[in-house]
T-cell receptor, first 111, second 115 residues
Framework: TQLLEQSPQFLSIQEGENLTVYCNSS?????LQWYRQEPGEGPVLLVT???GGEVKKLKRLTFQFGDARKDSSLHITAAQPGDTGLYLC???????????WGAGTKLIIKP | GAVVSQHPSRVICKSGTSVKIECRSL??????MFWYRQFPKQSLMLMAT?????????EQGVEKDKFLINHASLTLSTLTVTSAHPEDSSFYIC???????????FGSGTRLTVV
């Protein structure tokens, strides 16, 4: 069974604080994607990481892919209320294009 | 680019009726589309993989006869929920792989309520 464990599942913090979301697996992924989903909407792709050890930055968001391509993290610096949403990680095993999804992290940033 | 348009966004139907959900890739050809179901506050659950011109591949536990998938062209896939029951009420989302970006683009989802 291919699993992608995402933690924490719920996080509520004050504006200005930093946070990190983790996704871990025993499977090796050809790529790993991070999505953000608003209520009643489909997920929106934030970033794709492909190379082991890769780090990508998107303004205050920093994404890292583990050296072995089994894990990834999302770090948000100085969180804003606009960052509130459901964050999902998804790993691609390659070939069949199917994604293995994390359980999601419900993030609430309080003003 | 890489936009998937999903319709309708919301539908309410009576028990026993059928509902069709459409997913169109607007600016690219999607040979493969994925249909997901999402329960409140939960992650996405893959229901089936839709391949243009061939039969869909269903995940274990998903009833093929209840969730009919048709992928007749490179830009359109449909999911029909047949003989809907209240337990079929959920948020259904389609997606397609956008080859140029190692990512998947998603439709905006359909909120199905069966009464």
């Amino acid at each position: 069974t291919q699993l992608l464990e995402q933690s924490p599942q719920f996080l509520s913090i004050q504006e200005g604080e930093n946070l990190t979301v983790y996704c871990n697996s025993s499977s090796v992924f050809s790529s790993l994607q991070w999505y953000r989903q608003e209520p009643g909407e489909g997920p929106v792709l934030l970033v794709t990481v492909v190379t082991g050890g890769e780090v990508k930055k998107l303004k205050r968001l920093t994404f890292q892919f583990g050296d072995a391509r089994k894990d990834s993290s999302l770090h948000i610096t100085a969180a804003q209320p606009g960052d509130t949403g459901l964050y999902l990680c998804a790993g691609a095993l390659g070939g069949n294009y199917q994604l293995i999804w994390g359980a999601g992290t419900k993030l609430i940033i309080k003003p | 680019g890489a936009v998937v348009s999903q319709h309708p966004s919301r539908v309410i139907c009576k028990s026993g009726t059928s509902v069709k959900i459409e997913c169109r890739s607007l600016d690219f050809q999607a040979t493969t589309m994925f249909w997901y179901r999402q329960f409140p506050k939960q992650s996405l659950m893959l229901m089936a993989t839709s391949n243009e011109g061939s039969k869909a591949t269903y995940e274990q536990g998903v009833e093929k006869d209840k969730f009919l998938i048709n992928h007749a062209s490179l830009t359109l896939s449909t999911l029909t929920v047949t003989s809907a029951h209240p337990e079929d009420s959920s948020f259904y989302i389609c997606s397609a792989r956008y080859l140029g970006d190692y990512g998947y683009t998603f439709g905006s989802g359909t909120r199905l309520t069966v009464v």
